[in-house]
């Protein structure tokens, strides 16, 4: 079993909200990917992935990425193919707290 160290940075809690343009997300999602996983290689990014379809939605998604605070946060995702593409609609961060989990703090 392969255990995590804690981040050095604040950890934050990013929801997307897609809009309903399909095609250009499609379009669009391999450079987002890739730009996920240059993310995920630097160390920025903790983890990411869509919501669940319920009842046909496929409204969003949960990214988990570490800054040095808010501002550096958005920061980092504004360079996101989705966003500059216009298919993110909405953009939520808030900081977020890890109790338990692979990258909570070691008492």
């Not at 050095?8 to 996983?37: G, I, K, M, N, W």
């Not at 995702?77 to 593409?85: G, N, S, T, V």
């Amino acid at each position: 079993m392969t255990t995590s160290t804690a981040p050095a940075q604040p950890v934050f809690a990013v929801l997307y909200t897609y809009t309903e343009d399909t095609v250009t997300r499609d379009e669009v999602r391999p450079s987002h990917r890739a730009f996920l996983a240059d993310l995920l290689e630097r160390g920025s990014l903790l983890a990411s992935g869509p919501w669940a379809p319920a009842e046909g939605r496929d409204d969003g998604a949960l990214l988990v990425v570490t800054a040095v605070d808010e501002a550096a946060a958005a920061a980092l995702l504004d360079e996101d193919p989705f966003r500059q593409a216009g298919v993110v609609a909405n953009r939520e961060l808030r900081a977020w707290v890890q109790v338990m989990g692979p990258w909570a703090p070691q008492a």
